[in-house]
């Protein structure tokens, strides 16, 4: 499907389907390696963090996602409208 919407130059289906086909392998490489993510040796429950840590980095990145996306909006509120296409592509 992903080869067909390229030769159709359908772009948002490409797309659609590239990030289609790429979770799906990164889901089966997970559930291949589960639970042994780390090294062979080391189980997942092993390689965890400390509660501590885990509230630590929760709050942090509670804090940093609405600050990205605020920067985010504000990138495209004031680059909004600056670039001009002629309907020429090369």
């Known amino acids: ?5 390229l030769q159709m130059r359908f772009e948002l289906r490409a797309f659609f389907w590239s ?4 979770l799906a ?7 291949g390696y589960y639970p042994y993510m780390i090294p062979v040796t ?3 429950t092993q390689a965890a963090s400390s509660s501590t840590t885990l509230i630590f980095m929760l709050s ?3 804090f940093l996602i609405p600050v990205m996306l605020i920067y985010s ?8 409208g600056k670039v001009q296409t002629d309907g020429h592509i090369d």
Do not use: D, E, N
């Open 19 to 22: 990030v289609i086909i790429s």
């Open 73 to 80: 909006g504000y990138q495209y509120l004031v680059f909004r």
């Open 42 to 44: 080391i189980s997942l």
């Open 1 to 5: 499907m992903l080869v067909r919407a």
């Open 60 to 62: 942090t990145i509670g």
């Open 25 to 31: 392998a990164l889901t089966a490489m997970t559930i």
